[in-house]
């Protein structure tokens, strides 16, 4: 079932096919709300202290101090909310991820800096980015860019080779089973 972005009400729930292909996402204590067309993009992810803004708040739904996915798009997939659920949670909230994202930083080249300052660019003129570039960078850019190749978000010629094996090797600890922290 990989790749299937089925809505909520075809088969499985989305969340429940996450859940059963990617077990780590079960320990994790999301909330889960389906809301086609709610948003821009395939989804949202809540961290638990998000409060939203005006014109798009947290969902009502989600208890406060609780993460969770928002889901937007039907065509959002399993691998889209586990990559979701790694870059903005997971990296601070799972030693060996939080080891990951350290790794991938540190080894950051200067065309991938560049790349985010662009995108940065792009953010600012076409929807309004108005956060300074540092705390768009740790909240949106850094996790953007991480997930991009494990999760198939990003083209691979983005990554170095040492990147693309500690991505790999990522990615098998996130299917085991029982992980080990």
């Not at 079932?1 to 204590?29: H, I, R, S, W």
């Not at 939080?98 to 662009?118: A, C, I, N, V």
């Not at 768009?136 to 997930?147: M, Y």
Request: hydrophobic share 25%; proline share 9%; glycine share 12%.
């Amino acid at each position: 079932m990989e790749g299937l972005g089925l809505g909520q009400n075809e088969g499985l729930g989305l969340m429940d096919q996450a859940q059963t292909q990617y077990p780590v996402l079960k320990g994790l204590g999301l909330n889960y709300k389906y809301n086609p067309g709610g948003g821009s993009g395939f989804l949202e992810f809540w961290p638990g202290d998000e409060t939203g803004t005006p014109d798009h708040p947290r969902p009502s739904e989600f208890p406060a101090g609780q993460p969770g996915v928002e889901v937007y798009d039907p065509k959002t997939t399993p691998l889209d909310i586990l990559g979701d659920a790694v870059s903005h949670h997971m990296i601070y909230n799972d030693p060996q991820v939080k080891r990951y994202y350290q790794q991938f930083q540190d080894s950051m080249t200067p065309e991938q800096h560049d790349m985010l300052k662009g995108q940065y660019s792009h953010e600012q003129k076409m929807y309004g980015e108005d956060r300074a570039y540092e705390q768009w960078l740790e909240h949106a850019g850094k996790p953007a860019i991480f997930r991009g190749y494990p999760f198939k978000q990003w083209p691979e010629d983005v990554y170095t080779p040492e990147q693309k094996k500690m991505f790999d090797e990522m990615m098998q600890y996130l299917k085991e089973p029982t992980r080990k922290k």
